[in-house]
Protein backbone atom coordinates (compact mmCIF):
# COMPACT_ATOMS: atom_id res chain seq x y z
CA UNK A 1 0.00 0.00 0.00
CA UNK A 2 1.27 3.45 -0.75
CA UNK A 3 0.91 6.42 1.82
CA UNK A 4 0.26 9.39 0.87
CA UNK A 5 1.78 11.95 3.34
CA UNK A 6 2.84 15.02 4.41
CA UNK A 7 5.02 16.86 1.56
CA UNK A 8 8.90 16.75 3.63
CA UNK A 9 9.82 13.96 4.28
CA UNK A 10 13.35 14.46 6.73
CA UNK A 11 15.18 10.71 6.37
CA UNK A 12 17.21 10.64 9.98
CA UNK A 13 16.60 11.43 13.51
CA UNK A 14 19.97 12.22 14.60
CA UNK A 15 20.85 15.63 15.16
CA UNK A 16 20.59 17.27 11.42
CA UNK A 17 17.17 15.69 10.84
CA UNK A 18 15.60 17.13 14.79
CA UNK A 19 17.61 20.13 14.45
CA UNK A 20 15.37 20.19 10.93
CA UNK A 21 12.55 19.08 12.05
CA UNK A 22 11.91 21.76 15.32
CA UNK A 23 13.06 24.61 12.95
CA UNK A 24 10.39 23.58 10.42
CA UNK A 25 7.81 22.47 13.16
CA UNK A 26 8.16 26.11 14.68
CA UNK A 27 7.66 27.55 11.60
CA UNK A 28 3.81 25.73 11.10
CA UNK A 29 5.41 23.78 8.69
CA UNK A 30 4.74 19.93 8.59
CA UNK A 31 6.83 17.28 7.72
CA UNK A 32 7.76 13.55 9.07
CA UNK A 33 11.18 11.79 10.43
CA UNK A 34 11.85 8.20 9.02
CA UNK A 35 14.44 6.92 11.67
CA UNK A 36 16.12 3.93 10.43
CA UNK A 37 16.75 2.37 14.20
CA UNK A 38 13.67 1.13 16.21
CA UNK A 39 14.29 4.32 19.03
CA UNK A 40 16.50 6.94 19.05
CA UNK A 41 20.60 6.66 19.26
CA UNK A 42 21.57 5.50 22.77
CA UNK A 43 25.40 6.15 22.46
CA UNK A 44 26.62 8.40 25.14
CA UNK A 45 29.69 10.00 23.55
CA UNK A 46 30.46 13.17 25.01
CA UNK A 47 30.13 16.19 22.34
CA UNK A 48 30.78 20.16 22.90
CA UNK A 49 28.12 22.29 21.24
CA UNK A 50 29.92 25.95 20.80
CA UNK A 51 28.18 29.52 20.40
CA UNK A 52 27.47 29.52 16.31
CA UNK A 53 25.03 26.26 17.66
CA UNK A 54 24.05 27.36 21.22
CA UNK A 55 22.63 31.08 20.13
CA UNK A 56 20.20 28.24 17.20
CA UNK A 57 18.99 25.75 20.00
CA UNK A 58 18.40 28.61 22.39
CA UNK A 59 16.15 30.49 19.14
CA UNK A 60 14.51 26.97 19.06
CA UNK A 61 13.42 26.86 22.79
CA UNK A 62 15.96 24.08 23.02
CA UNK A 63 18.69 25.31 25.20
CA UNK A 64 17.08 26.05 28.54
CA UNK A 65 16.29 22.34 29.14
CA UNK A 66 19.79 21.34 27.41
CA UNK A 67 21.93 23.62 29.57
CA UNK A 68 19.85 22.24 32.80
CA UNK A 69 21.13 18.62 31.67
CA UNK A 70 24.96 19.64 30.45
CA UNK A 71 27.60 21.04 31.90
CA UNK A 72 29.05 24.59 30.47
CA UNK A 73 32.33 26.77 30.77
CA UNK A 74 34.09 28.89 29.27
CA UNK A 75 37.15 27.87 30.52
CA UNK A 76 39.62 24.76 29.39
CA UNK A 77 42.73 24.01 30.23
CA UNK A 78 45.51 22.86 27.48
CA UNK A 79 48.26 20.24 28.15
CA UNK A 80 51.43 19.01 26.53
CA UNK A 81 52.82 16.46 28.51
CA UNK A 82 52.93 16.92 32.08
CA UNK A 83 53.17 20.78 31.14
CA UNK A 84 50.17 23.25 31.27
CA UNK A 85 50.31 25.24 28.70
CA UNK A 86 47.64 27.70 28.29
CA UNK A 87 43.75 28.02 28.95
CA UNK A 88 41.51 28.93 26.14
CA UNK A 89 37.85 30.66 26.79
CA UNK A 90 35.43 29.46 24.41
CA UNK A 91 31.87 29.24 25.93
CA UNK A 92 31.33 25.88 25.49
CA UNK A 93 28.45 23.24 26.59
CA UNK A 94 29.67 19.88 27.41
CA UNK A 95 26.91 17.10 26.95
CA UNK A 96 26.38 13.60 25.25
CA UNK A 97 25.28 13.01 22.00
CA UNK A 98 22.40 10.89 23.47
CA UNK A 99 21.50 14.32 25.82
CA UNK A 100 21.04 16.09 22.52
CA UNK A 101 19.10 13.70 20.53
CA UNK A 102 17.09 13.08 23.32
CA UNK A 103 15.97 16.59 24.09
CA UNK A 104 16.09 17.98 20.67
CA UNK A 105 13.10 14.63 19.90
CA UNK A 106 11.12 15.70 23.25
CA UNK A 107 11.06 19.43 21.44
CA UNK A 108 10.26 17.97 18.46
CA UNK A 109 7.39 15.52 19.51
CA UNK A 110 6.32 19.16 21.67
CA UNK A 111 5.71 20.65 18.46
CA UNK A 112 3.57 18.21 16.87
CA UNK A 113 6.52 16.56 15.00
CA UNK A 114 6.45 12.65 14.30
CA UNK A 115 9.40 10.55 13.98
CA UNK A 116 8.16 6.48 12.32
CA UNK A 117 11.00 4.37 14.14
CA UNK A 118 11.98 1.57 12.36
CA UNK A 119 12.00 2.66 8.57
CA UNK A 120 15.06 2.17 7.20
CA UNK A 121 15.10 3.41 3.98
CA UNK A 122 15.80 1.04 0.82
CA UNK A 123 15.64 3.30 -2.00
CA UNK A 124 13.95 6.60 -3.30
CA UNK A 125 12.17 6.90 -6.64
CA UNK A 126 12.47 10.83 -8.03
CA UNK A 127 10.12 9.95 -10.55
CA UNK A 128 7.43 8.66 -8.88
CA UNK A 129 8.54 10.63 -5.79
CA UNK A 130 8.20 7.42 -3.85
CA UNK A 131 10.12 6.65 -0.28
CA UNK A 132 10.59 2.55 0.19
CA UNK A 133 11.40 1.40 3.71
CA UNK A 134 12.58 -2.26 4.13
CA UNK A 135 9.27 -2.63 6.01
CA UNK A 136 7.64 -2.53 2.36
CA UNK A 137 6.41 0.44 3.42
CA UNK A 138 6.12 3.38 0.30
CA UNK A 139 5.22 6.77 0.91
CA UNK A 140 4.43 9.41 -1.56
CA UNK A 141 6.54 12.64 -0.56
CA UNK A 142 7.27 16.46 -2.92
CA UNK A 143 10.38 16.65 -0.88
CA UNK A 144 12.98 14.87 0.81
CA UNK A 145 15.79 16.24 3.23
CA UNK A 146 18.46 13.40 3.47
CA UNK A 147 19.59 13.96 7.20
CA UNK A 148 20.85 10.33 6.89
CA UNK A 149 24.22 10.60 8.15
CA UNK A 150 28.20 9.83 6.33
CA UNK A 151 26.69 6.78 5.04
CA UNK A 152 23.87 8.41 3.41
CA UNK A 153 21.88 5.79 0.73
CA UNK A 154 20.68 9.15 -0.95
CA UNK A 155 23.94 10.80 -1.54
CA UNK A 156 25.22 7.94 -2.82
CA UNK A 157 22.28 7.11 -5.41
CA UNK A 158 21.89 10.85 -6.37
CA UNK A 159 24.94 13.01 -5.43
CA UNK A 160 28.44 10.83 -5.98
CA UNK A 161 27.72 7.38 -7.27
CA UNK A 162 30.65 5.04 -6.78
CA UNK A 163 31.96 7.02 -4.56
CA UNK A 164 33.14 5.78 -1.05
CA UNK A 165 33.69 6.85 2.24
CA UNK A 166 37.55 6.99 2.43
CA UNK A 167 39.25 6.33 6.14
CA UNK A 168 40.50 9.83 7.08
CA UNK A 169 43.61 8.40 8.55
CA UNK A 170 42.40 9.39 12.46
CA UNK A 171 40.31 6.41 15.10
CA UNK A 172 38.67 7.75 17.76
CA UNK A 173 38.08 6.30 21.42
CA UNK A 174 35.62 6.94 23.96
CA UNK A 175 34.42 6.37 27.70
CA UNK A 176 32.50 7.72 30.17
CA UNK A 177 32.90 7.63 34.01
CA UNK A 178 30.90 8.68 37.21
CA UNK A 179 33.93 7.73 39.20
CA UNK A 180 36.10 11.28 38.50
CA UNK A 181 34.43 14.16 40.11
CA UNK A 182 36.53 17.38 38.40
CA UNK A 183 35.14 20.06 36.89
CA UNK A 184 37.34 21.34 34.48
CA UNK A 185 37.88 20.71 30.71
CA UNK A 186 41.13 19.68 28.88
CA UNK A 187 42.61 19.12 25.94
CA UNK A 188 45.69 17.05 25.68
CA UNK A 189 48.35 17.18 23.10
CA UNK A 190 50.90 13.94 22.65
CA UNK A 191 52.68 12.97 19.33
CA UNK A 192 50.33 11.44 16.54
CA UNK A 193 47.10 11.52 18.83
CA UNK A 194 45.35 13.77 21.20
CA UNK A 195 42.92 13.71 24.08
CA UNK A 196 39.84 15.96 25.12
CA UNK A 197 38.04 14.80 28.64
CA UNK A 198 34.97 17.12 29.91
CA UNK A 199 32.66 16.34 32.60
CA UNK A 200 29.27 16.10 30.54
CA UNK A 201 26.78 17.32 33.60
CA UNK A 202 26.52 19.12 36.61
CA UNK A 203 27.12 15.42 38.36
CA UNK A 204 29.98 15.70 36.50
CA UNK A 205 30.45 12.23 34.91
CA UNK A 206 33.30 12.43 33.19
CA UNK A 207 34.36 11.47 29.38
CA UNK A 208 36.62 11.05 27.35
CA UNK A 209 37.48 11.53 23.20
CA UNK A 210 40.62 10.59 22.02
CA UNK A 211 42.06 10.39 18.45
CA UNK A 212 45.13 9.02 17.51
CA UNK A 213 46.24 8.63 13.68
CA UNK A 214 46.55 5.10 12.19
CA UNK A 215 47.38 3.33 8.92
CA UNK A 216 44.76 0.79 10.47
CA UNK A 217 41.35 1.80 9.32
CA UNK A 218 38.72 0.34 11.91
CA UNK A 219 35.05 0.45 10.84
CA UNK A 220 33.18 3.59 11.06
CA UNK A 221 30.74 2.48 14.18
CA UNK A 222 30.11 3.84 17.23
CA UNK A 223 29.13 1.05 19.05
CA UNK A 224 33.01 -1.25 18.57
CA UNK A 225 34.09 -2.02 21.65
CA UNK A 226 37.44 -1.44 22.15
CA UNK A 227 39.71 -2.47 25.28
CA UNK A 228 41.99 -1.01 28.35
CA UNK A 229 45.16 -2.19 27.01
CA UNK A 230 44.86 -1.43 23.64
CA UNK A 231 44.02 2.29 24.76
CA UNK A 232 46.62 2.45 27.06
CA UNK A 233 48.88 1.39 24.09
CA UNK A 234 47.68 3.88 22.24
CA UNK A 235 48.46 6.47 24.09
CA UNK A 236 51.07 4.76 26.33
CA UNK A 237 53.23 8.12 25.24
CA UNK A 238 51.08 10.04 27.12
CA UNK A 239 51.77 11.83 30.60
CA UNK A 240 50.46 9.15 33.42
CA UNK A 241 48.27 11.27 34.73
CA UNK A 242 45.33 10.77 31.99
CA UNK A 243 45.30 7.02 32.51
CA UNK A 244 42.89 6.92 35.45
CA UNK A 245 40.12 8.24 32.67
CA UNK A 246 40.65 4.89 30.26
CA UNK A 247 40.57 2.70 33.69
CA UNK A 248 37.49 3.62 35.08
CA UNK A 249 35.39 4.47 31.98
CA UNK A 250 32.54 1.53 32.38
CA UNK A 251 32.70 1.02 28.34
CA UNK A 252 35.39 1.83 25.93
CA UNK A 253 34.94 2.15 22.18
CA UNK A 254 37.21 2.53 19.24
CA UNK A 255 36.43 2.93 16.10
CA UNK A 256 37.57 4.53 12.10
CA UNK A 257 36.90 8.48 11.51
CA UNK A 258 35.64 8.48 7.78
CA UNK A 259 35.46 11.27 5.64
CA UNK A 260 33.88 12.18 1.75
CA UNK A 261 34.95 14.56 -0.81
CA UNK A 262 33.15 17.81 -0.78
CA UNK A 263 30.38 18.33 -3.22
CA UNK A 264 29.93 21.01 -5.32
CA UNK A 265 26.10 21.14 -4.68
CA UNK A 266 23.53 20.23 -1.38
CA UNK A 267 20.32 20.00 -3.30
CA UNK A 268 19.41 17.60 -6.53
CA UNK A 269 15.73 18.23 -7.69
CA UNK A 270 13.55 17.72 -4.82
CA UNK A 271 16.54 16.34 -2.52
CA UNK A 272 18.87 18.14 -0.30
CA UNK A 273 21.34 17.23 2.17
CA UNK A 274 21.94 18.16 5.58
CA UNK A 275 24.33 17.66 8.69
CA UNK A 276 27.09 14.46 7.88
CA UNK A 277 25.42 13.31 4.55
CA UNK A 278 26.35 16.85 3.08
CA UNK A 279 29.74 17.19 4.64
CA UNK A 280 30.91 14.61 7.25
CA UNK A 281 34.42 15.98 8.76
CA UNK A 282 37.34 15.23 11.46
CA UNK A 283 36.14 16.15 14.65
CA UNK A 284 39.23 18.22 15.69
CA UNK A 285 37.28 21.23 15.90
CA UNK A 286 33.89 19.52 17.66
CA UNK A 287 31.88 21.34 14.64
CA UNK A 288 30.00 18.23 12.94
CA UNK A 289 26.97 18.28 14.85
CA UNK A 290 27.22 22.10 15.60
CA UNK A 291 27.20 21.95 11.41
CA UNK A 292 24.12 19.34 11.36
CA UNK A 293 22.45 22.30 13.65
CA UNK A 294 22.91 25.40 11.50
CA UNK A 295 22.62 23.34 8.24
CA UNK A 296 18.77 22.46 9.66
CA UNK A 297 17.81 25.80 11.15
CA UNK A 298 19.37 27.80 7.78
CA UNK A 299 17.16 25.33 5.70
CA UNK A 300 13.93 25.32 7.67
CA UNK A 301 13.95 29.66 8.28
CA UNK A 302 14.62 30.02 4.67
CA UNK A 303 11.67 28.13 3.44
CA UNK A 304 9.73 29.56 5.97
CA UNK A 305 10.91 33.37 4.91
CA UNK A 306 11.08 32.17 1.10
CA UNK A 307 6.98 31.12 1.96
CA UNK A 308 7.89 27.60 0.87
CA UNK A 309 9.13 28.15 -2.63
CA UNK A 310 11.79 25.06 -2.29
CA UNK A 311 13.84 26.06 -5.03
CA UNK A 312 14.57 29.31 -4.02
CA UNK A 313 15.34 27.98 -0.92
CA UNK A 314 17.66 24.96 -1.88
CA UNK A 315 19.71 27.32 -3.45
CA UNK A 316 20.09 29.97 -0.87
CA UNK A 317 20.62 27.14 1.45
CA UNK A 318 23.39 25.86 -1.02
CA UNK A 319 24.95 28.96 -1.16
CA UNK A 320 25.11 30.12 2.21
CA UNK A 321 26.33 26.38 3.47
CA UNK A 322 28.71 25.60 1.36
CA UNK A 323 30.83 28.08 2.04
CA UNK A 324 30.78 27.56 5.76
CA UNK A 325 31.55 23.99 5.76
CA UNK A 326 34.13 24.17 3.37
CA UNK A 327 36.23 26.91 5.73
CA UNK A 328 35.31 24.31 9.14
CA UNK A 329 36.01 21.25 7.19
CA UNK A 330 39.64 22.52 5.86
CA UNK A 331 40.65 23.63 9.02
CA UNK A 332 39.68 20.60 10.69
CA UNK A 333 42.44 18.79 8.41
CA UNK A 334 44.65 21.62 9.49
CA UNK A 335 44.43 21.42 12.98
CA UNK A 336 44.80 18.11 13.17
CA UNK A 337 48.76 18.76 12.07
CA UNK A 338 49.02 20.89 15.08
CA UNK A 339 47.04 18.36 17.59
CA UNK A 340 49.05 15.41 16.55
CA UNK A 341 53.01 17.17 16.09
CA UNK A 342 55.15 14.55 16.85
CA UNK A 343 58.75 16.69 16.61
CA UNK A 344 59.81 18.36 18.90
CA UNK A 345 61.34 21.01 17.83
CA UNK A 346 58.10 21.99 16.20
CA UNK A 347 55.67 20.78 19.37
CA UNK A 348 57.91 23.45 21.14
CA UNK A 349 56.97 26.10 18.94
CA UNK A 350 53.21 24.65 18.81
CA UNK A 351 53.45 25.07 22.20
CA UNK A 352 54.89 28.62 22.34
CA UNK A 353 52.03 30.10 19.90
CA UNK A 354 49.49 28.75 21.83
CA UNK A 355 50.52 29.98 25.09
CA UNK A 356 51.65 33.67 23.65
CA UNK A 357 50.07 34.22 20.40
CA UNK A 358 45.87 35.23 19.91
CA UNK A 359 45.36 33.18 17.41
CA UNK A 360 43.85 30.43 18.71
CA UNK A 361 40.94 32.87 20.22
CA UNK A 362 40.53 34.19 17.19
CA UNK A 363 40.58 31.51 15.60
CA UNK A 364 37.65 30.57 17.82
CA UNK A 365 35.84 33.38 17.79
CA UNK A 366 35.86 33.77 14.05
CA UNK A 367 34.39 30.21 13.67
CA UNK A 368 31.66 30.39 16.90
CA UNK A 369 30.86 33.88 16.76
CA UNK A 370 28.75 33.33 13.28
CA UNK A 371 25.31 33.61 13.28
CA UNK A 372 23.17 31.73 10.86
CA UNK A 373 20.22 34.17 11.05
CA UNK A 374 22.53 36.99 10.17
CA UNK A 375 23.08 35.03 6.83
CA UNK A 376 20.23 34.02 6.21
CA UNK A 377 19.00 37.74 6.45
CA UNK A 378 21.91 38.94 3.92
CA UNK A 379 20.85 36.07 1.63
CA UNK A 380 17.40 37.34 1.11
CA UNK A 381 17.81 40.61 1.36
C1 LIG B 1 34.91 11.13 17.61
C2 LIG B 1 33.91 12.17 17.22
C3 LIG B 1 33.72 13.26 18.06
C4 LIG B 1 32.82 14.27 17.71
N1 LIG B 1 32.68 15.34 18.53
C5 LIG B 1 31.85 16.34 18.19
C6 LIG B 1 31.71 17.48 19.04
O1 LIG B 1 32.31 17.56 20.12
N2 LIG B 1 30.88 18.48 18.62
C7 LIG B 1 30.20 18.43 17.44
O2 LIG B 1 29.47 19.37 17.12
N3 LIG B 1 30.31 17.34 16.62
C8 LIG B 1 31.11 16.31 16.96
N4 LIG B 1 31.21 15.21 16.16
C9 LIG B 1 30.42 15.14 14.90
C10 LIG B 1 28.97 14.77 15.15
O3 LIG B 1 28.86 13.61 15.94
C11 LIG B 1 28.26 14.54 13.80
O4 LIG B 1 28.63 15.52 12.89
C12 LIG B 1 26.75 14.57 13.97
O5 LIG B 1 26.35 13.56 14.86
C13 LIG B 1 26.05 14.40 12.60
O6 LIG B 1 24.67 14.34 12.80
P1 LIG B 1 23.73 13.86 11.62
O7 LIG B 1 22.34 13.95 12.15
O8 LIG B 1 24.01 14.60 10.36
O9 LIG B 1 24.13 12.36 11.33
P2 LIG B 1 23.98 11.07 12.26
O10 LIG B 1 24.21 11.41 13.68
O11 LIG B 1 24.81 10.01 11.66
O12 LIG B 1 22.44 10.67 12.14
C14 LIG B 1 21.93 10.04 11.00
C15 LIG B 1 20.61 9.37 11.38
O13 LIG B 1 20.05 8.84 10.19
C16 LIG B 1 19.62 7.49 10.42
N5 LIG B 1 19.70 6.79 9.15
C17 LIG B 1 20.81 6.45 8.46
N6 LIG B 1 20.49 5.80 7.32
C18 LIG B 1 19.12 5.73 7.29
C19 LIG B 1 18.19 5.17 6.39
N7 LIG B 1 18.59 4.52 5.28
N8 LIG B 1 16.87 5.31 6.66
C20 LIG B 1 16.44 5.96 7.78
N9 LIG B 1 17.30 6.50 8.69
C21 LIG B 1 18.63 6.38 8.45
C22 LIG B 1 20.61 6.98 11.46
O14 LIG B 1 20.11 5.86 12.17
C23 LIG B 1 20.80 8.21 12.35
O15 LIG B 1 19.80 8.29 13.35
C24 LIG B 1 32.09 14.18 16.49
C25 LIG B 1 32.27 13.08 15.65
C26 LIG B 1 33.17 12.08 16.01
C27 LIG B 1 33.36 10.90 15.10
Redesign the pocket.
Known amino acids: MINSIKPIAI?????????TGITLARQGIDSII????EA??KNG??????KN?LVLLERLGVLDQLQKESFRTDKIIIKSGKNKITELNPDILYTT?QKI?EILAEHYFKSGGQILFS????NFNNDKKELL??NDSKYLVSHVLA????????REKYFASNEKAIFSGFN???GITKEMKIDSAEMHYGPNAHL?TYPINNALDRCF?G?VKSKNNLEES?MRKGSADEVLNDFKSFDDSVFPIFKNSKDLFK?G?YIRPPLKKLFVENITL?????H????F?????????E?GFTFGMLLKNLKLDFFKAQNLYNLIRIKRVRIIQKLSMQIAKVNHLSNPLLTNSRNIIMKYSKIPQLTQKKLHSYDAEESIKKAIQ
Request: net charge negative.
Open positions: IGAGISGLAFERDLSSGMTVSARTHNLVFDCDGINSKLAWRVIIWWILGDAAPMVPLGQGGCMAID
